[in-house]
């Protein structure tokens, strides 16, 4: 029997005509009826619909219809159900972020690529860090610092200089951007199971926003991070095309 197929699509021109001709060749089911999700976009759609699919628990498959799809399969309307049958199954866990505002309210996201505090004014950002609740540097000056899975370590991690991680590694990558001190500080590697607090100093003066996966909060006083292993994300990868190879390739380009 076909799996039930619910297509979901960004709303691009190019997205939205794709999904109109695959629901004529393939049907068209509700996300909650459906055995595979295919999602129909960017790496940004991808993360949208991961995040707003996850209490079904049911993989999604995507096609790219943007720009870089990372996390994306190649865009091909032909033979749809033998690609979803050979597919290889990946399972990710999401970072959760834990926000306190200075208007005194907690803000809670999660976060499948990486979770980053950005300045938000003309001055560098002041971060005190901490690792499982022990101070690990007492005042890093920057633009900003961010925490990555292995998934996400190709995206923002890796344009501020930070490693590329393996996906079934159990670690995390501390990676600041522009660090002004101490100048040469190169980040952290740390165990996936770690929580790693920010507090910002001097917050009125140097004001700072948090960021998970683009869900942003602003003005932030403190950031905790965390794994969640209680939540899976399902993806869906054509062989030889998944996560783990091509964090192999990214490396040798």
């Known amino acids: 029997m076909a799996p039930r197929i619910a297509f979901m699509a960004s709303p691009t021109d190019e997205a939205q005509r794709a999904r109109a001709r695959l629901c004529d060749a393939y049907g068209d089911a509700p996300p909650e009826d ?21 209490h079904l628990q049911t993989p999604v498959y995507g096609m790219n219809c943007g720009t870089i799809g990372f996390l994306m399969n190649e865009f091909g309307e032909e033979n749809l159900l033998a690609r979803l049958e ?10 959760v972020m834990t926000a306190a505002a200075d208007d005194g309210k907690l803000h809670e996201a999660l976060a499948i690529n990486e979770v980053s505090l950005l300045r938000a004014g003309p001055q560098a950002a002041k971060l005190r860090i901490s690792v499982d609740g022990t101070v690990r ?42 660090a002004f001190r101490p100048r040469r500080w190169r980040g952290a590697l740390l165990p996936k199971a770690a929580k790693v607090r920010f507090d910002v100093l001097e917050h009125a003066k140097r004001p700072v926003m948090a960021d998970a996966d683009s869900r942003s909060v602003r003005n932030v006083l403190w950031v905790e ?23 192999i390739r990214e490396q040798f380009v």
């Open 137 to 178: 540097m007492e005042e890093l000056v920057c633009d900003g610092a961010l925490l990555s899975t292995p998934a996400g370590s190709t995206a923002y991690n890796y344009s501020a200089h930070g490693p590329i991680l393996p996906i079934g590694a159990d670690v995390l990558a501390l990676t600041a951007m522009a």
């Open 225 to 247: 991070i965390r794994s969640e292993p209680a939540v899976e994300h399902l993806l869906l990868f054509d062989p030889g095309h998944g996560l783990e190879e091509r964090l």
């Open 86 to 95: 050979a597919a290889e199954l990946e399972v990710i866990n999401p970072l």
């Open 34 to 54: 459906a055995d595979v999700i295919v999602a129909l976009g960017g790496d940004g759609f991808m993360l949208q619909t991961l995040n707003a699919t996850m």
